[in-house]
């Protein structure tokens, strides 16, 4: 089975999903009860869905991940000690205490990031497109709940969040700059495919129960298409009024 889910467009924007699927490898066993799959610990809730709807919209070629985060989480750099969890939002994972790391990071970290970057090679976009889902708040320690309908995470490169979060609040969205945590702790496939190459981003967020449904997919892939399609755009003409 193939690391990553690939879906065509011509497009100059890449749409990636990091944490879309909850599958587990046969030959991977985590130790967990099994309905701890369908949690946020596993999947990005709403994320797959918003990401194949919003690439069908505008066209965009997409890059999905297809193994559960509980198994690597494929948006963390492979010296992170959360990059095969032992522990998540208070759930202990104990099937992961004793694995081969190296042979896990080359099983999927490595053959999924090789596929990003080899798809912004060839395609270099105008625009890259992290698609994620939050949790309304954690289950573990305090369970503050999360006020943000939508974030936007960035890290060094703010060109296009900055955009996208004025954007969003204009909507009457209540947007989160750099929430529901830090993309400047949290960015690693952004940092790699988008900040190394020069290439502007949107990381977003979205909080999970805004998405659990068809009615609240189709409703965020139409936000999503539009907000993209302004951001692409300004930064088309700041790049022609520049030259």
């Not at 879906?7 to 309905?35: R, T, Y």
């Not at 309304?136 to 936007?152: F, Y």
């Not at 989160?176 to 502007?200: I, K, Q, V």
């Not at 692409?232 to 022609?240: C, I, N």
Request: charged share 20%; aromatic share 4%; hydrophobic share 45%.
């Amino acid at each position: 089975m193939s690391v990553v889910e690939r879906i065509a467009g011509d497009a100059d924007v890449l749409i990636l999903c990091d944490h879309a699927s909850n599958h587990v490898p046969g030959d991977i066993d985590l130790g967990i009860d099994p309905a701890l799959l369908d949690k946020h610990i596993a999947i990005d809730i709403g994320a797959a869905a918003v990401s194949r709807g919003l690439s069908e919209r505008l066209g965009a070629p997409a890059l999905l991940a297809t193994v559960s985060r509980l198994v690597i989480d494929l948006n963390r750099e492979v010296d992170a000690p959360g990059l095969i969890p032992h522990v998540s939002d208070g759930h202990a994972i104990p099937g992961n205490e004793r694995v081969d790391r190296a042979e896990r990071i080359a099983r999927f970290h490595t053959a999924y990031h090789r596929a990003i970057a080899a798809q912004v090679r060839a395609q270099r976009p105008a625009l890259i497109v992290s698609v994620h889902s939050f949790t309304p708040a954690l289950e573990s320690g305090i369970a503050v709940p999360r006020p943000w309908e939508a974030g936007i995470l960035y890290n060094r490169d703010a060109r296009a969040a900055r955009l996208a979060v004025d954007w969003l609040a204009g909507q009457g969205i209540v947007t989160g700059d750099n929430e529901p945590y830090s993309g400047r702790l949290l960015n690693a496939t952004m940092n790699r495919h988008a900040e190394e190459t020069g290439t502007p981003y949107l990381g977003i967020e979205i909080r999970n129960d805004c998405i659990s449904d068809p009615t609240g997919v189709a409703r965020w892939c139409e936000i999503l298409a539009n907000l993209v399609t302004f951001v692409r755009d300004h930064l088309a003409q700041e790049r022609a009024a520049a030259t």
